[in-house]
Protein backbone atom coordinates (compact mmCIF):
# COMPACT_ATOMS: atom_id res chain seq x y z
CA UNK A 1 0.00 0.00 0.00
CA UNK A 2 2.76 2.59 0.87
CA UNK A 3 4.86 2.08 -2.23
CA UNK A 4 1.47 3.23 -4.77
CA UNK A 5 1.21 6.20 -2.59
CA UNK A 6 4.60 7.18 -1.84
CA UNK A 7 5.60 6.97 -5.88
CA UNK A 8 2.84 9.56 -6.34
CA UNK A 9 3.49 11.72 -3.41
CA UNK A 10 5.73 14.70 -4.75
CA UNK A 11 7.40 16.10 -1.61
CA UNK A 12 8.93 14.82 1.87
CA UNK A 13 6.25 16.31 3.72
CA UNK A 14 3.83 13.92 1.76
CA UNK A 15 5.79 10.86 1.78
CA UNK A 16 6.27 11.48 5.87
CA UNK A 17 2.47 11.54 5.66
CA UNK A 18 2.19 8.12 3.92
CA UNK A 19 5.22 6.72 5.57
CA UNK A 20 3.28 7.74 9.26
CA UNK A 21 -0.37 6.70 8.00
CA UNK A 22 1.14 2.94 7.41
CA UNK A 23 3.07 2.73 10.72
CA UNK A 24 -0.16 3.78 12.45
CA UNK A 25 -1.94 1.37 9.91
CA UNK A 26 0.66 -1.68 10.79
CA UNK A 27 0.37 -1.12 14.65
CA UNK A 28 -3.19 -1.11 14.85
CA UNK A 29 -3.42 -4.26 13.02
CA UNK A 30 -0.52 -5.86 15.19
CA UNK A 31 -2.36 -4.78 18.35
CA UNK A 32 0.78 -2.65 19.23
CA UNK A 33 0.10 0.81 21.60
CA UNK A 34 0.94 3.90 20.41
CA UNK A 35 3.38 6.32 22.79
CA UNK A 36 1.00 9.46 21.74
CA UNK A 37 -2.03 9.94 20.19
CA UNK A 38 -1.04 12.61 18.04
CA UNK A 39 1.67 12.57 15.68
CA UNK A 40 3.97 15.42 17.16
CA UNK A 41 5.66 14.59 20.00
CA UNK A 42 4.11 16.36 23.17
CA UNK A 43 5.16 19.37 23.39
CA UNK A 44 6.43 20.95 26.66
CA UNK A 45 4.57 24.05 28.47
CA UNK A 46 6.66 27.43 28.59
CA UNK A 47 6.50 27.33 32.44
CA UNK A 48 9.31 25.65 34.26
CA UNK A 49 9.32 22.26 36.59
CA UNK A 50 10.53 24.37 39.25
CA UNK A 51 8.14 27.29 38.90
CA UNK A 52 5.22 24.35 38.80
CA UNK A 53 6.61 23.38 41.74
CA UNK A 54 6.90 26.07 43.90
CA UNK A 55 3.05 27.16 42.62
CA UNK A 56 1.65 23.92 43.66
CA UNK A 57 3.28 24.48 47.24
CA UNK A 58 2.06 27.91 47.08
CA UNK A 59 -1.57 26.23 46.63
CA UNK A 60 -1.16 23.64 48.82
CA UNK A 61 -0.27 26.32 52.15
CA UNK A 62 -2.81 28.67 51.00
CA UNK A 63 -5.57 25.77 51.38
CA UNK A 64 -3.15 24.84 54.67
CA UNK A 65 -3.93 28.74 55.86
CA UNK A 66 -7.73 28.68 55.31
CA UNK A 67 -8.31 25.36 56.79
CA UNK A 68 -6.18 26.50 60.55
CA UNK A 69 -8.02 29.59 60.11
CA UNK A 70 -11.58 28.34 60.20
CA UNK A 71 -10.44 25.72 62.59
CA UNK A 72 -9.36 29.01 64.76
CA UNK A 73 -12.44 30.51 64.38
CA UNK A 74 -14.52 27.39 65.58
CA UNK A 75 -14.86 25.39 62.60
CA UNK A 76 -14.47 21.61 64.34
CA UNK A 77 -15.95 20.21 60.94
CA UNK A 78 -14.17 16.08 60.82
CA UNK A 79 -11.51 17.98 57.63
CA UNK A 80 -10.59 21.28 59.44
CA UNK A 81 -10.24 19.01 62.18
CA UNK A 82 -7.87 16.00 60.41
CA UNK A 83 -5.98 18.86 58.65
CA UNK A 84 -5.49 20.57 61.73
CA UNK A 85 -4.48 17.42 63.37
CA UNK A 86 -2.20 16.82 59.92
CA UNK A 87 -0.36 20.36 60.10
CA UNK A 88 0.57 19.66 63.87
CA UNK A 89 1.98 16.06 63.24
CA UNK A 90 5.32 15.25 63.82
CA UNK A 91 5.27 17.64 67.16
CA UNK A 92 3.66 16.74 70.87
CA UNK A 93 0.82 19.07 70.25
CA UNK A 94 -2.97 18.26 70.97
CA UNK A 95 -6.06 20.32 69.76
CA UNK A 96 -6.70 20.02 73.67
CA UNK A 97 -3.96 22.14 74.98
CA UNK A 98 -5.00 26.13 76.34
CA UNK A 99 -2.92 27.51 74.07
CA UNK A 100 -3.85 25.86 70.81
CA UNK A 101 -4.97 29.26 69.76
CA UNK A 102 -1.59 30.57 69.71
CA UNK A 103 0.14 27.37 67.83
CA UNK A 104 -2.12 28.47 65.11
CA UNK A 105 -1.47 31.88 65.05
CA UNK A 106 2.28 30.63 64.91
CA UNK A 107 1.90 28.17 62.67
CA UNK A 108 0.08 30.19 59.97
CA UNK A 109 2.71 32.87 60.30
CA UNK A 110 5.07 30.60 59.81
CA UNK A 111 2.92 29.59 56.39
CA UNK A 112 2.68 33.40 55.37
CA UNK A 113 6.26 33.74 55.41
CA UNK A 114 7.21 30.66 53.42
CA UNK A 115 4.14 31.88 51.13
CA UNK A 116 5.99 35.52 50.71
CA UNK A 117 9.93 33.66 50.41
CA UNK A 118 8.32 31.30 47.75
CA UNK A 119 6.64 34.00 45.40
CA UNK A 120 9.46 36.40 45.78
CA UNK A 121 11.66 33.36 44.42
CA UNK A 122 9.16 32.81 41.52
CA UNK A 123 9.76 37.00 40.91
CA UNK A 124 13.04 36.76 41.37
CA UNK A 125 13.65 34.71 38.23
CA UNK A 126 10.69 35.77 35.72
Not at 28 to 45: E, T, V
Not at 97 to 109: A, N, S, V
Amino acid sequence: MPVTYSEASRDLCETDSVLFGAAVAACRIIGAKLPMAGRASKQSSAIPAWRKRIEDRIAKARALIGRLTSFRSGNNRPRVVRTVKMAFAGTNISLSQPDITQKLTERIDDLKQKLAAWGKRIRRFT
